[in-house]
Structures are given as C-alpha cells and as structure tokens.
C-alpha cells in the first residue's frame, strides 16, 4: 500500500500475496483479487460474475462452489482486504508502550494510518461499503469489526498499560482511543470521503497528526 | 429532526416546508420531497424518475423541465435538505461567542449536532452521497462545501473572536474546528456509519460530547 509494501502489487495497487501450495487456496485468492477489481471499477451492484470469471479466468462453477453468491463474494474480498492492509500499522502499535519517546511514537503511527486510510483504492473500497451498508449490514459490521479489532483493540490494551504505569491517565479507554483515531486520520478522512481531489502532501499530514496527537497529549498525559 | 422541530413532517421525518404562492416553485419542492423518498428507498442506481413522477404525482415533463435528469435531481434534494437540516444548528453557533460558560454551550452544540447527524435518514442519505461519489464527485464536494459552509465555518469565526478575547488559544483555526467536530460528533459518527443499529442513548451521547468537548479545551483553553 505503501513505499513500505516492497512487493509486487496488481493494477489496482493492491500486493499480489504469493500463492499458497494448495491450489483450491491459489484459486479462492485468484478469485478474490478479480471479484476486488471487478467491484472497485463497477461498483457492487454493476459488478458481475461473469466479469468477475473473466477477469480470474476461473470458471463460474468454482466460483459459486467457493463463494455461493455475489454477496459472500463481496464480503470475502472486503474480509481478505482488510487485514492484510492493516497489518503495516502492527509493528507500530505494538511498539507503543515501550517506546522511548511516545509522542514521537504516536506521530509515526498516526501518519503511517492516514497514508494507508488515503490510498486511493482503500479510500474507494470504503466509499462503496459504506453507500451498501443500508442494504447489506453485514457488510458495516465486518469492516468496523475488523478495523477495531485490528487497531483500536490493540491500542486500547496498549494505553491500559501505559495507564498503568503513569505516562497517561485515561479514565476511559475505549473512548480515548476513539477520539484519538477521530482527532488524528479522522481529519484528513472526513475530507477526502468527500473530496476525492483534496490534496495532502506528507507535510501537511505530518503537521495534522502531530496537532492531533498533541491534543491528545493535552487531555490524557499524566501532569 | 428532533424535538425543537415543531412543523410537520413527512414519512421520512424530513420537515414539510410550507408551499410558497409561486406554482412553479411548490412543484419544485414536491418533486425534490418525492426525489428524497426515492432516493433513500433504492439507493442512488436503482431509483427511477418514474418512479419519482408517480410519488409527486407531477408530469414527468415538468420533472424534466425543472431537473433536466435524474443526476441534477439527486444533486437537488441533497442540496435543498442539508441546509434545511442544518439550520437548526445555527443558533447554538451564533450563540458560542457570548456564551456565559463556553463549556457548557460547546456541549450542547456537540449533542445537538451528534443528534441531528444520528437521525437514521441524515445517516441513510450520508451513505447514499458517499457510496455515490467515485462516479459522482461532485456531490461529495456539495456535501462537503454545504456541511463546512455551514457549520465550520462560522465556527473558524467565533474561536477566532474567542482567540482574539484571550478565551481560546488557537494557533490553526480551521484545523482546531475540525478536531473538535472529529472528537464530539466524529465518535459516534463513524461508530453508526458502519453499524446502523449501534444504540446511543441521550446520556451515552452527553457523556461521549462532554469528554471531547473537555479534551478540546484542554488543548485550546487559553491558560
């Protein structure tokens, strides 16, 4: 996704992860990365099977015998996404609570975030899940599961830690990192869901995240 | 949309705004009410002007005539809601500067404002626009430029003046406003964006408003 993703990536910029040795596996991912394609350039409900077996080259049959329908095809490819777009943000994270200098720690994580949340195709995926949530729930749930999961629960165990230790005091977990998500890639986000055209450069990023972190700081660094 | 709306509305909750004497003008207003109700009932793809004709019960000559299509339709009713939607946000704005306890009046403005964002149809149309814009980006940037125009920016104003007066120790205006909109309003925002049937209730609502409302002040209180 990023100058840090130093593997191969597909026309939509999204890695190409090495085939496994199983090959119903390399299949279901062959799949998985066409049906990706398919809905970012139509959209779900212009997006078809039939476009979706031509770009894989895999045939219908396979496809329904992984899948089942068009829905289970979208939530797959949104669950595969996900995860493996976020796990650049792990090391970050985890670096948190031991870090020398947490300031600096959380700018760094902070910037790294907004870069991934304003990668065009992630910006796009989002935008699509978002417009079919009224029809398809599921879908909302996955992804806000799966964001939290990956990233606010980890930080939420991280700043109980740092809690605990004195360098914060955060009378309520959950919600501190909820606002320091909105205060930071929260900024940038709500404009560029909106504005696909608005421009950041990295200094200007660097700036909004080190402001939001600050913020953050003001409200929950242990005086 | 909420209680301090006394009029009437219509099935969808939206205020029914009294006709104007003009004949072409009222028309206007049925179409655009009947475009709404389309709108959010399919989604943006599957909504039709037939469809739209029959609920206004005006020729689909006269829907051509005053829209031209159904893409200047869309942009229409979206254009002609939030304002109306909005409005109702303004006093507690103006009021801000004079305010006898700052905290206090940003708190309400954050509640209010969480409230009025909550209301399923606001958020039903919020997902329709974003779904919509990577084929439609100038509705994102109308959504944006309305949403800014009318509440950030005024906002810029008043913690200009507060700056000005030595309340507030502001050093980015704009930014400033954004990270206070993110850490009230944007909290539960996100939360009900992705999952519709998340549940706050008003005290859960006051409670998540005050604590960003007192992490804003604890960075831009002047000291």
Chains 1, 2 share one sequence.
Do not use: C
Not at 5 to 32: L, Q, Y
Not at 105 to 133: C, F, K, N, Y
């Amino acid at each position: 996704m990023t100058a840090r993703s130093a593997g191969p990536t597909d026309e939509f910029g999204f890695p190409i992860i090495p085939a496994p040795v199983d090959s119903s596996e390399r299949k279901r991912r062959t799949i998985i990365d066409a049906a990706l394609a398919e809905f970012l350039r139509e959209g779900y409900a212009a997006a078809s099977v039939d476009a979706i077996t031509a770009r894989s080259g895999v045939s219908k049959a396979t496809i329904y015998k992984h899948f089942g329908n068009k829905e289970r095809l979208f939530l797959a490819a949104v669950g595969s996404f996900l995860p493996s777009s976020y796990a650049e943000l792990e090391p970050g994270i985890s670096g948190l609570a031991d870090a020398p200098d947490l300031r600096a720690a959380l700018i760094t994580l902070a910037v790294d975030w907004a870069r991934l949340l304003m990668h065009p195709q992630v910006l796009s995926l989002r935008r699509l899940v978002i417009g079919e949530i009224d029809r398809f729930p599921q879908l909302g749930r996955l992804w806000y599961r799966v964001t939290y999961d990956l990233n606010n629960g980890p930080l939420v165990d991280t700043f109980a830690e740092l809690h605990r230790r004195g360098a914060l005091r955060v009378p309520d977990l959950p919600l501190a990192v909820q606002q320091l998500v909105a205060a930071t890639v929260g900024v940038p986000l709500l404009i560029r869901t909106f504005n696909p055209d608005a421009e950041f450069d990295d200094a200007e990023l660097t700036r909004q995240m080190t402001s939001g972190v600050d913020l953050f700081l003001a409200g929950y660094a242990a005086r």
